[in-house]
């Protein structure tokens, strides 16, 4: 489409035949089905965010790009279209890398776009406006990056872009286009041309029938036969098949944190409740979209029983990802949906059912844990601990299982994940396979912008700090989202001191008693104190049903909290004895 009239500013205006490489971007995305732009603006693409506003395109405008990062990442894990994010050059460029690098580290496909310097004085470092040699910098960073210095390669610029972004393993894809190419004017009749629509941007990966074979043949071999679904499971959306597969198989299966709700986790499969058990004594594993990485221990050591005696089946889309940490008896490499849809037909009408001796020992070990667990989350104390406040935040999930929870922090994020059970697919989103601290805001406006269903963020205190400005944006675009920051007045608990006893405090301890409520007033959201269990679930279940942008400041002990949550055990230890 040519240029129309600029709405609101002093840019040359268009005449009819005549088009640019700020128009041009907005076409290629618009022609790939691409319509909406996570953004800061600034210079030089604040006209471009007009334009694309003025021609329908969403724009949501961020505080911060790191979060308006994270909104087109998580954006492109929903949908399975790359989210993109626009940003300014240089400062604005290098506040996008932590979701870049995010996106990539996760498998999301998002595409980073940047404004960038002249290379003619990048490339003789003349010193120009926020001179950077971007391109560079980004490429060790994400899937792929590009550079388009011309009006008519934005076309093939944005439809690579795509492909790398949504093809193989999806990822983060960074795409540099200089000030002067966005002005560049071009004949509109020619410029329609060079755009393109990118056809299959994500073709299916079909399984060699050899390799699926033998992983069925090691599958129907196991005594303690175990599944473990990951977030690439999630991604590839064949939910149906893949509850159909896991069902035929009638083996206990483990949902790694973004998996949770492929299978609901009340299904009588589902083990989290008994994952130590799980994963000490199977003898064959499937991974299913889940990495062998640190969340899984590796795949070896005390985790797996020490003993080095299980065997891997491996569905991944990434060929390399196969023996990246142990050995594996029986790669399948392809899209899930292929791969399960193939295992489904080779499985045939008679699966023999899983042993019921390791059946049975899963269930009793699931039923205990769950059992032990119970009665903490029924407590109403005051002042709220983590079990008594997330077993309020998990009746409701339960009684609205289409909200989205986004979830971060240390004790904030692993309590919740083994306490609010999630029963739809995509349900829930949180700091994945980085523990970034900072997706919540910009998970949570993703989510609602994309899927316009109801957001529970439930956030640590400390992890809110980091994207805490965006509850303006929240407000700004009347997003429903519900932020419940678990404040316990600092990183893991509020209760660490200076040992000198000089006026500072100690490192992890925040201002007491905050009023995270007020803020979120500040911007005319609704901001609440909850100081107990039921005053929490009734703020909301109100908040979930207004759909107003609203902030809950939970009250929890500043003793509740453990040191990093479930992973204290990654910190160091120091030899030096501590002064008494
Ligand atoms: C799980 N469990 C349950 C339930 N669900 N018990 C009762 N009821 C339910 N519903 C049990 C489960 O069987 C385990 O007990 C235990 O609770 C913990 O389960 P979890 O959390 O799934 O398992 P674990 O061991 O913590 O998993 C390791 C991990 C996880 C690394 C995958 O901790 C994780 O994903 N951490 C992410 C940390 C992070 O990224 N933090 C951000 C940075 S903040 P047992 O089976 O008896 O062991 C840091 O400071
Ligand atoms: P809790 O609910 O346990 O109190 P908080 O949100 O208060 O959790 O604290 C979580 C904190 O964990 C982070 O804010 C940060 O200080 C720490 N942390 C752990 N891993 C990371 C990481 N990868 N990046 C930044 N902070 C991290
Ligand atoms: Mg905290």
């Known amino acids: 489409m040519s240029a129309q009239a600029a709405p609101t500013n002093d840019a040359p205006q268009a005449t009819a035949d005549l088009t640019d490489g700020m128009h041009l971007v907005i076409d290629a995305l618009k022609l790939n089905d691409i319509n909406t732009i996570y953004a800061v603006p600034g210079i030089p693409i604040t006209d471009l965010l007009r334009f694309a506003q003025a021609e329908g395109m969403r724009v949501i405008s961020f505080r911060h790009e790191q979060h308006a990062g994270q909104a087109a990442a998580i954006a492109g894990f929903l949908t399975q279209k790359p989210g993109v994010c626009l940003t ?26 940047s404004g960038s310097s002249e290379r003619e004085i990048v490339d003789l470092q003349q010193g120009d406006y926020e001179e950077m040699d971007q391109l560079a910098i980004a490429k060790p960073l994400c899937k792929a990056a590009f550079r ?143 990495r062998l990485n640190w969340l899984l221990s590796h795949g070896k050591g005390k985790t797996w029983g020490e003993r080095g005696a299980q065997q891997f089946i491996h569905i991944d889309i990434a060929p390399t990802e196969m023996d990246s940490n142990v050995a594996i008896q029986a790669p399948i490499v392809g899209d899930i949906g292929s791969c399960v849809s193939m295992m489904l037909h080779e499985m045939g009408a008679n699966w023999p059912a899983a042993p019921a001796a390791w059946t049975t020992a899963i269930k009793a070990k699931r039923e205990e844990n769950i059992a032990k667990m119970a009665p903490r989350l029924q407590n109403n104390n005051v002042p709220m601990d983590f079990h008594g406040a997330l077993g309020a935040l998990r009746t409701i999930i339960k009684e ?59 956030v640590g205190d400390s992890a809110f700090g980091f994207s805490g400005m965006e509850i303006e944006t929240l407000c700004r675009y009347n997003l429903p989202v519900c932020v419940v920051v678990f404040n316990n007045n600092g990183i893991y608990r509020g209760t660490d001191v200076n040992p000198t006893g000089g006026a500072d405090v100690a490192p992890t301890v925040f201002v007491k008693n905050a009023r995270y409520d007020l803020m979120m007033q500040a911007f005319g959201g609704v901001g609440i104190t909850a100081t107990s269990p039921d005053e929490l679930g009734r703020a909301v279940r109100e908040a979930l049903a207004s759909g107003k942008p609203t902030l809950i400041n939970a009250v929890i002990d500043e003793k509740a909290g453990t040191e990093s949550g479930r992973i204290g055990n990654l910190n160091p230890q120091s030899v030096v004895k501590k002064k008494a």
């Open 88 to 113: 300014v050059s240089a400062p604005g460029f290098l506040n996008g890398l932590t979701a870049l690098s995010n996106a990539t580290t996760n498998c999301f496909p998002m595409i980073l776009i």
């Open 400 to 458: 609205k299982p289409d909200t989205i929870l986004v979830n971060e922090g240390a004790n904030t994020l692993d309590f919740a994940r083994s306490i609010i059970d999630i029963y739809e697919p995509r349900k829930r989103l949180d700091v994945g396979t980085w523990g970034v601290m900072g997706i919540g805001m910009g998970f949570a406006a993703g989510a609602a912008v994309e899927t316009g269903k109801p957001v529970l963020a439930v």
């Open 148 to 290: 388009v210095l011309h009006a008519e390669d934005v076309g093939v610029g944005v439809a690579r872009a795509i492909r790398a972004a949504c093809s193989g393993r999806p990822g983060g894809v960074y795409l540099d286009l200089p000030a002067k190419m966005l002005g560049q004017a071009m004949d509109a009749a020619k410029a329609a041309k060079t755009l393109i629509k990118v056809i299959d941007p994500a073709p299916r990966q079909i399984p060699s029938l050899e390799a699926v074979r033998r992983g069925l043949d090691l599958l129907k071999s196991a005594k303690k036969p175990l599944i473990i679904l990951g977030k690439g499971a999630a991604y590839a959306q064949a939910d149906a098949d893949i509850r159909a597969f896991v069902e035929k198989t009638g083996a206990p299966y483990l949902p790694m944190s973004m998996a949770k709700g492929l299978l609901p986790d009340t299904h009588p499969q589902c083990s989290a409740a008994a994952r130590s058990t799980c994963l000490k004594e199977a003898d064959v594993v499937l991974l299913i979209g889940a």
